[in-house]
């Protein structure tokens, strides 16, 4: 089954955006935890905001759309959003000029460009900004999906890293706390052994800290590989 959903500007061109119903059908099923995320569409061409903001909201819970620059400012400084859908061609500033959204720290978002004009030197000054993605109008919604799609997942994964890494640090604890002279030549012994792979003894009574010393003496782990390694192994098996 094929829909096709045509844009008209006041300028009366018109902007086709055609999709796969089974494929966006998926795309709404696959990951619930989309939900957490919200999004914020930059269009000045009306039907492309209803459009990009129905297809969104199957997606996201919080979906706004405006038409300027000017007003997705005004919208970022009030919420955080972890994805802008912005149009480059825009009255008054243009999407390329919105320094903002690619230069504060806080509320940092991946941002997916949208043009009409196949321009290479723009498409690079995009990409140089930090744009994740640049999608040439007119195209099929399951292309920007799937861009989408790709953004979200590896926010997803970035926020699964962080909070094992948080995780893990909060549960591995190896600080020792003294600084007499037997506690200074234990950490300096924890150190010598922690890139090792010998095995270790250690010996003391109940309540001395054996735990702690014996997780000093492991090897430091990568979360991050740690994580990659899990996710491989499962694909694997999938297959």
């Known amino acids: 089954m094929k829909m096709l959903v045509h844009s008209v500007s006041s300028n009366n061109n018109h902007d086709e955006i055609s999709m796969s119903h089974s494929?966006?059908?998926?795309?709404?099923?696959?990951?619930?935890?989309?939900q957490a995320f919200s999004v914020l569409v930059v269009d000045d061409e009306v039907g492309m905001q209803t459009v990009l903001k129905k297809a969104m909201?199957?997606?996201f819970s919080k979906v706004d759309a405006v038409g300027s620059i000017e007003e997705a400012e005004v919208l970022r400084c009030k919420n955080h959003y972890d994805l802008i859908i912005l149009?480059?061609?825009l009255p008054g500033r243009d999407g390329i000029e919105w320094e903002e959204?690619?230069?504060?720290p806080d509320k940092k978002a991946d941002v997916i460009f949208m043009t009409g004009y196949a321009d290479l030197e723009i498409a690079i000054k995009a990409l140089k900004l930090g744009a994740t993605d640049f999608i040439l109008k007119p195209f099929n919604l399951d292309q920007m999906l799937s861009s989408v799609k790709r953004c979200m997942d590896k926010r997803l994964n970035e926020r699964m890293q962080y909070a094992l890494q948080?995780?893990?640090n909060r549960r591995i604890t190896t600080k020792l706390v003294g600084g007499s002279e037997k506690t200074k030549q234990l950490k300096q012994?924890?150190?010598q052994f922690a890139p090792s792979r010998a095995s270790v003894l250690i010996e003391g009574e109940s309540g001395t800290g054996k735990e702690l010393v014996a997780r000093g003496c492991m090897r430091p782990v990568n979360v991050r590989d740690l994580l990659y390694q899990l996710t491989a192994g499962q694909f694997h098996q999938s297959y």
């Open 23 to 34: 494929t966006f059908s998926s795309a709404v099923e696959s990951n619930a935890a989309y």
């Open 189 to 191: 012994l924890m150190n």
């Open 87 to 89: 149009d480059i061609n």
């Open 57 to 59: 909201s199957k997606l």
């Open 166 to 168: 948080r995780d893990f």
């Open 101 to 104: 959204a690619f230069n504060d």
